[in-house]
């Protein structure tokens, strides 16, 4: 059994509390059609990035904004295809709520939208593409989280499930927790400890002093 302590836990949504691979796939395939892009080569580029940040890499000679945000719009009334990471409710509910968040790539609107398609709690802090102005791999989206939560980043985990993400969370000084939801466990090295799946995942509160702390540890199951 593999254990970190920490005084509060960083979720990224995509890939981690929810299941949207199909959704997000099947929209930017449509906007690579459209934009007559190999729909293949674009798909390389998404994991763990910001929309407008993955335009940019891809067709660097289109409006990323407004390319963003079209895209953006159509994931954001889209559940088709999107399902709950089996244990994400019970995981997240575990939690106290002052000591958890939700760091993402994804904007506000969409986040929210699948939260409240599976009553997956909202955080008192998330943190979307809206609130930054550079996305993963940079670690401007966990400093930020981190900040909100009024916890140092060396005494937060970080569930990630992309290296991009990986490397966001180590660069702003948290321990890395990584599910092998989207990539295979090579391409996680770089976490401090991986995990198949989330329901392999448990949080424990423990007293320490005055203050609790939570122990994150990986089981099988």
Request: aromatic share 4%.
């Amino acid at each position: 059994m593999e254990e970190l302590d920490c005084d509060a836990v960083v979720f990224d949504l995509d890939g981690v509390l929810v299941d949207s691979a199909a959704c997000i796939e099947r929209h930017w395939r449509r906007w690579a059609s459209e934009r007559g892009l190999d729909g293949d080569a674009v798909m390389l580029l998404t994991h763990g990035r910001p929309t407008v940040d993955t335009i940019r890499l891809a067709a660097p000679h289109l409006p990323a904004e407004a390319e963003a945000t079209r895209l953006n719009a159509w994931e954001a009334s889209d559940v088709d295809g999107v399902a709950e990471v089996e244990g994400a409710v019970q995981l997240v509910c575990s939690l106290p709520p002052s000591a958890w968040a939700i760091a993402t790539s994804g904007t506000r609107g969409t986040a929210l939208t699948r939260l409240r398609r599976f009553g997956i709690p909202i955080p008192g802090v998330l943190v979307t593409a809206d609130d930054i102005t550079r996305g993963k791999p940079n670690p401007e989206v966990y400093l930020l989280a981190a900040a909100k939560l009024d916890v140092l980043p060396a005494c937060c985990v970080a569930l990630e499930d992309t290296p991009a993400g990986i490397s966001a969370a180590r660069a702003a000084g948290m321990h890395v927790v990584a599910l092998a939801t989207t990539h295979p466990q090579v391409d996680l090295k770089e976490a401090h400890m991986r995990a198949d799946r989330l329901r392999d995942i448990r949080i424990s509160t423990n007293a320490i002093g005055a203050h609790g702390r939570l122990t994150v540890r990986i089981t099988e199951t």
